[in-house]
């Protein structure tokens, strides 16, 4: 079984201000991780994904995450936040063994992210 | 590329009534996964379709069904429906395996009198 920890369910942040929003999981297989993106009234985009290699991944609007093997922690950053960032942003993870099986996210909470000036 | 499309968009029953949403996925795409995003749980997974054929299930009661056809569209149904079925009911497609992306549908807004 697998499960996701969004230790935070809200992240009020200054525009132009770092942002941390943190993701630990817990799994008895390897996993694939992911951030998805929730605007309102919309659903989930795809933010950034780790399947293997680098630790480190980046999105192309400036986030970027760490898989931490050690920590099982997937933890989402961005250096300066914009005020279209508010959002709500879902960790999820995969079955990373059995690839070709089944496609099922488990998700955590959800960490709501409000930008203001 | 057209994305997913769901239909309805939003959608208002009683208590005992049944639905049926409908899930188109993107073109190609042979996995449909269906979620339940509530307040109060979150996202949940319900089933996965791949190729007509159901891959995974999630803790969800036999109310909740659903169905691919050979073209990759999706319908889930829930029937008797209950107070606490109200949630936004999310498709997503993908090529499969669990390395892909999944693409998010707009999601069905069901509310439940």
């Known amino acids: 079984a697998q499960s996701v920890t969004q230790l935070d369910s809200q992240v009020p942040v200054f525009e132009e201000a770092p942002v941390e929003l943190r993701c630990n999981y817990s799994s008895s297989v390897s996993v694939y991780l992911f951030w998805y993106v929730q605007y309102p009234n919309q659903g989930l985009q795809l933010l950034l994904k780790y399947l293997s290699g680098s630790t480190l991944v980046e999105s192309i609007n400036g986030f970027e995450a760490e898989f931490n093997k050690s920590q099982t922690s997937f933890h989402l950053r961005k250096p300066s936040v914009h005020i279209s960032d508010t959002a709500e942003y879902f960790c999820a993870v995969s079955d990373g063994e059995n690839t070709g099986t089944a496609s099922k996210l488990t998700f955590g909470t959800g960490t709501r992210l409000q930008v203001t000036l | 590329k057209a994305g997913v499309t769901q239909t309805p968009r939003y959608l208002i029953k009683t208590r005992g009534q049944q639905v049926t949403l409908s899930c188109s996925p993107i073109?190609?795409?042979?996995?449909v996964s269906w979620y339940q995003q509530t307040p109060g749980q979150g996202l949940q997974f319900l089933f996965e379709?791949?190729?007509?054929?159901?891959?995974n299930k999630g803790n969800f009661p036999g109310r909740f069904s659903g169905r691919q056809f050979s073209n990759s569209r999706s319908e889930m149904n829930v029937s008797t429906l209950e107070l606490g079925d109200s949630a936004l009911y999310l498709c997503a497609s993908s090529w499969g395996g669990s390395y892909n992306e999944q693409f998010f549908g707009p999601g069905t807004r069901l509310t439940v009198l």
């Open positions: 073109s190609g795409h042979r996995s």
């Open positions: 379709y791949f190729s007509e054929t159901q891959r």
